[in-house]
């Protein structure tokens, strides 16, 4: 089955503690994004990654830092997460074949970090 | 400065009658156009893309329609079921995978 995993799924944090929450996919996907979602501003793109080792900014990386080392891994880590971090978080993987994409969703992950 | 806005926050429609949901956006170099919808405590899923080569896209019930020089597209679902109340969201990229989101809208289907 096709899927993307993100853990944990709930995370209550304090202030300045390193935090990383981990995003994988079984479809081998070359695509990964983190997303931030919240009240009133919809979907946020954080970082994205063409393929293994290249990665990019999105629309809010501002506090956040990815990695990817692996095709089917992309980790999202908070080094010093701040209460304005306090959101749901998606992990995506996408193919994008000729004019056709298909994108899977995790199933996210609520942070509090107070 | 919102690239991609969704301007009708909601949207009730009847059950086997035609929904549709707008988007318009305002940089012209997007050519990547996708919908999503999602249900509360999940995460979205993916309905149908279309790209800036082409004006209109099929998948099943959704259609999703492009018009460049009204920089809008549409997403059409025929007939509505109430399986399909949720908020979607129109997302557009300009030839990454950098992507930017409308702010929503809650489809209601009334049965």
């Known amino acids: 089955e096709a899927q993307v995993t993100q853990n944990p799924r709930y995370l209550i944090t304090v202030t300045g503690k390193k935090l990383t929450v981990t995003c994988s996919q079984n479809?081998?996907?070359?695509?990964m994004s983190w997303y931030r979602q919240d009240p009133g501003l919809g979907l946020r793109q954080i970082y994205y990654?063409?393929?293994?080792?290249?990665?990019d900014k999105g629309d809010v990386p501002e506090g956040y830092k990815v990695s990817r080392k692996e095709k089917r891994n992309f980790p999202l880590i908070l080094e010093s997460p701040s209460p304005n971090q306090t959101s749901l978080y998606f992990c995506a993987s996408s193919r994008r074949v000729g004019s056709q994409e298909t994108q899977y969703f995790g199933p996210g992950t609520r942070l509090l970090v107070l | 400065d919102q690239q991609v806005k969704q301007n009708s926050p909601s949207l009730s429609v009847q059950e086997g009658r035609i929904s549709i949901l707008n988007c318009d956006y305002t940089?012209?170099?997007?050519?990547?156009f996708l919908w999503y919808k999602k249900y509360p405590a999940e995460g979205p899923t993916f309905l149908i893309s279309i790209s800036s080569i082409k004006d209109k896209n099929e998948d099943g019930r959704f259609t999703v329609f492009l018009n460049k020089s009204a920089k809008h597209l549409s997403l059409h679902i025929v007939p509505s079921q109430p399986g399909d109340s949720a908020v979607y969201f129109c997302a557009a990229s300009a030839g990454t995978y950098k992507y930017i989101f409308g702010t929503g809208t809650r489809l209601k289907v009334l049965a």
């Open positions: 990654s063409m393929n293994v080792e290249v990665t």
């Open positions: 479809m081998n996907h070359e695509y």
């Open positions: 940089n012209s170099m997007f050519d990547y």
